[in-house]
């Protein structure tokens, strides 16, 4: 079936601006995981989805970031007024509950010039 | 919060020849423990995991291997092939705390024929 996606695969802005990040999880997934992957910093943790509760919001690096999750499915992470050090791989998972074993999508590139 | 470290950094081996990657965790009350792989511009890919109550897990040329006491983990995969080249993670959580994943810093395994 399908995995999960993430769109845009590349994005490149400029110092300041803001951007979106979108992710689709893996149908019937309720919990939804976001994640950075960048050459400093290795693999980590934003933030987390489970169901209707309140995200677990505790990776986020700054108040500059902020995610969302539309009715249950699609997330948006926004990233305002970017910087250079906000360059890095935004991943995206989903698992069908907490307790269950996630799948990541490929990926957006985020290059801030 | 949980520290996941990893060895080694790199690790190159002759096709067919075994490989043995190890990490070593901080929070005793980590519970669970997948391993990734991840080829160039994809996001990670989930090929084994195991829980706290099971000392080790094998599927085909993969296993993974568990020391609660020591607090170590390893992958080890055997008869390697090509195609195994790529960067692996670790990683840990404690499944009733939301499942965030803690990771290791990566080992690039080449393979050569």
């Known amino acids: 079936g399908a995995g999960v996606s993430q769109s845009p695969s590349n994005k490149v802005t400029e110092k300041g601006k803001d951007v979106e990040l979108r992710c689709d999880p893996i149908s019937g997934h309720t919990a939804l995981y976001w994640y950075r992957q960048s050459l400093g910093q290795g693999l980590e943790f934003l933030i987390y989805?489970?169901?209707?509760?309140?995200?677990?919001k505790s990776g986020l690096p700054s108040d500059r970031f902020s995610a969302e999750r539309t009715g249950g499915s699609v997330s948006t992470l926004t990233i305002q007024r970017t910087q250079q050090e906000d360059s890095a791989v935004y991943l995206c998972a989903s698992s069908y509950s907490s307790s269950h074993e996630q799948y990541f999508g490929p990926g957006t590139r985020l290059t801030v010039t | 919060g949980e520290n996941v470290e990893q060895h080694p950094s790199t690790l190159s081996v002759q096709e067919g020849d075994s490989a043995v990657i190890k990490c070593t965790y901080s929070?005793?009350?980590?519970?669970?423990f997948p391993w990734y792989k991840q080829e160039l511009g994809k996001g990670p890919q989930l090929i084994i995991d195991i829980r706290s109550n099971v000392g080790e897990k094998k599927d085909q040329r993969i296993a993974v291997t568990l020391n609660k006491t020591a607090k170590h983990f390893s992958l080890h995969i055997t008869e390697t092939q090509p195609e195994d080249s790529a960067v692996y993670f670790c990683a840990a959580s404690k499944g009733a705390a939301g499942n965030k994943l803690t990771f290791g810093g990566g080992t690039r395994v080449l393979v050569k024929p």
């Open positions: 989805f489970q169901g209707n509760s309140a995200p677990d």
């Open positions: 929070d005793s009350a980590s519970n669970y």
